[in-house]
């Protein structure tokens, strides 16, 4: 039994680091157990039909960029799943995401393990932390930090769209497609190389109303297209804007005593 548990400890230790390979550096920690196999026999979707953005769409995508970034606190339910490329497998978590002026934390745990894996970018740094399954007695913690900006790291194309410069800094906008409830969604190209994105999607929901001639919709969607032909989606749901400025607490992490913790170099 106590081989088992070390043979246990070992894969988990090797499992994260595999995945920390696999995924963008703000996505650090893996996906947990919680994967499946693409199945081949699925029905692929119709493709939407990309058209070039007209004024007033661009328009209306600059004014959601303008509410994201300047709100005090964004809160949102969080659904995650993730096509790992090379392997062929969905993975999947969920749970909750604050965003703060620039600031984030992303809280999500994978539906049949509960393994929980915590982003918190704050000011300065970022930390990226897997908690082990339950089940998996003596497992460490598996924790990747780093500074926020630094010459050797790329930004990620998760958190280049939600920064507090805002999404066009980081990315132009190639097409548009219509959902059939008035949604749209937003095809972005990264402008430059430090951009650790192929591409992305950033989709809206239906006019909710205006406010002050500001067209009101639902954030929907993030999808992000990695190097590595890795899918990420990012579902949003019960999304709420307010003016007041998240507690700075909630974007300090202090890695617990059983953590195995990798420093990304300045």
Same mark, same amino acid.
């Given at each position: 039994?106590a081989?088992n548990?070390?043979? #246990?400890?070992?894969?988990? @230790?090797?499992?994260?680091?595999?995945?920390?390979?696999?995924?963008s550096?703000?996505?650090?920690?893996g996906?947990?157990?919680?994967?499946? #196999?693409k199945?081949?026999s699925?029905?692929?979707?119709a493709?939407?039909k990309?058209?070039?953005? @007209?004024?007033?769409q661009?328009?209306?995508?600059?004014q959601? /960029?303008?509410?994201?970034?300047?709100? &005090?606190?964004v809160?949102?339910?969080?659904?995650?799943?993730?096509?790992?490329?090379?392997?062929? /497998?969905?993975?999947?978590?969920a749970?909750?995401?604050?965003?703060?002026?620039?600031?984030?934390?992303?809280?999500?745990k994978?539906?049949? @393990?509960?393994?929980?894996?915590?982003?918190?970018?704050?000011?300065k740094?970022?930390?990226?932390?897997?908690?082990?399954?339950?089940?998996?007695?003596?497992?460490?913690?598996q924790?990747?930090? &780093?500074?926020?900006k630094?010459k050797? @790291?790329?930004?990620?194309?998760?958190?280049?769209?939600? &920064?507090?410069?805002?999404?066009?800094k980081?990315?132009?906008?190639? &097409?548009?497609?219509?959902?059939?409830?008035?949604?749209?969604?937003?095809?972005?190209?990264?402008k430059?190389d430090?951009v650790?994105?192929?591409?992305?999607l950033?989709?809206?929901?239906?006019?909710?109303?205006k #406010?002050?001639?500001?067209?009101?919709?639902?954030?929907?969607?993030?999808?992000?297209?990695?190097?590595?032909d890795?899918?990420?989606?990012?579902?949003?749901?019960?999304v709420?804007?307010?003016k007041?400025e998240?507690q700075?607490?909630?974007?300090?992490?202090k890695?617990?005593?059983?953590a195995?913790?990798?420093?990304?170099?300045?």
């Amino acid at each position: 039994m106590a081989s088992n548990r070390v043979l #246990s400890r070992k894969f988990w @230790t090797l499992f994260v680091l595999a995945a920390f390979a696999l995924v963008s550096p703000a996505f650090a920690g893996g996906e947990g157990d919680s994967a499946k #196999s693409k199945d081949s026999s699925k029905k692929v979707d119709a493709l939407p039909k990309i058209a070039t953005a @007209t004024k007033e769409q661009i328009g209306i995508l600059e004014q959601f /960029q303008a509410r994201l970034t300047g709100a &005090g606190q964004v809160k949102a339910e969080l659904k995650r799943k993730t096509v790992i490329g090379l392997l062929g /497998q969905e993975k999947l978590a969920a749970g909750d995401l604050l965003l703060s002026k620039g600031r984030v934390r992303m809280d999500l745990k994978t539906p049949e @393990t509960g393994e929980r894996h915590l982003l918190v970018v704050g000011p300065k740094a970022f930390w990226a932390a897997t908690y082990p399954p339950s089940d998996l007695e003596g497992a460490l913690v598996q924790v990747v930090t &780093g500074p926020v900006k630094s010459k050797k @790291t790329a930004s990620a194309g998760f958190l280049a769209i939600l &920064g507090k410069d805002g999404f066009l800094k980081s990315f132009s906008v190639s &097409g548009v497609s219509l959902d059939n409830d008035g949604g749209i969604r937003y095809y972005l190209q990264p402008k430059a190389d430090w951009v650790e994105a192929k591409r992305a999607l950033l989709a809206l929901g239906p006019e909710l109303g205006k #406010s002050k001639k500001t067209s009101v919709r639902d954030f929907r969607e993030i999808k992000i297209w990695d190097f590595q032909d890795n899918e990420t989606q990012f579902t949003l749901g019960d999304v709420k804007f307010s003016k007041e400025e998240a507690q700075a607490g909630k974007f300090d992490f202090k890695p617990p005593k059983n953590a195995d913790i990798m420093t990304v170099p300045q």
